[in-house]
């Protein structure tokens, strides 16, 4: 370490792959080994009946080997620089939350996916980077399988790094309805003083 001078190119390169490390791209992702969904079509669109995701919206949703939605939960992403270490902290939170971790497991059962809603087009971002880095991590700290990437965007839905994506839902479309012999979705967990309102809500 030195001191009284100004960082030099070495460390500035270091600093600057510290940073890269923490995003992925997308040859990177596929070569992940990242589990196919057999229906991405009815996940995206459950998830965004149950959610009703604006953009810059996050919804962690943990599915069974069946593709059951088994838990899952919503979140605004604060303003900030897209890092995907602040992300994995943020998916993670919410996946304590919402389900217990299966850590004790030798392999992985359950998997977990990600569907962002943002602005621009359906084209890999940075920030989509730093989400997949992100969910990567989170699924190793919670004993998950790390699941698809998703985006929602007006063009539409992806499944970044499978080419797999549809018009509906986009940003813009009304929800879905459930079809009549699916059971109603669950309130979707938003925690703090919300979660408790709608608690009382459905209690009565």
């Known amino acids: 370490m030195t001191l009284g001078f100004a960082p ?3 460390a500035s390169l270091s600093t600057s792959a510290a940073s890269a490390n ?3 791209e997308p040859a990177e992702w596929s070569a992940a080994g990242i589990p196919l969904l057999r229906n991405p079509r009815e996940v995206v669109s459950g998830l965004h ?6 953009p810059a919206t996050a919804i962690v949703a943990v599915l069974d080997p069946d593709e059951r939605v088994r838990a899952s939960a919503s979140f605004t992403r604060r303003q900030a620089s897209a890092d995907g270490w602040m992300f994995r902290n943020a998916l993670l939170a919410q996946l304590r939350r919402v389900i217990p971790h299966d850590l004790r497991r030798r392999t992985p059962v359950r998997t977990a996916v990600l569907l962002y809603c943002r602005d621009g087009d359906a084209r890999w971002t940075e920030e989509d980077g730093a989400w997949m880095w992100g969910l990567r991590d989170a699924c190793t700290l919670h004993g ?3 699941g698809a990437y998703i985006t929602l965007t007006r063009d539409g839905w992806q499944v970044l790094g499978e080419g797999r994506g549809g018009r509906r839902p986009n940003t813009d479309s009304a929800p879905e309805p459930f079809g009549l012999s699916e059971a109603p979705p669950p309130l979707p967990r938003t925690g703090g003083a919300v979660s408790e309102v709608l608690r009382r809500a ?3």
């Open 8 to 10: 030099s190119s070495a």
């Open 22 to 24: 923490r995003l992925l």
């Open 49 to 54: 009946s149950r959610h009703r995701p604006e």
């Open 144 to 146: 998950l399988r790390c």
């Open 202 to 204: 459905a209690a009565r």
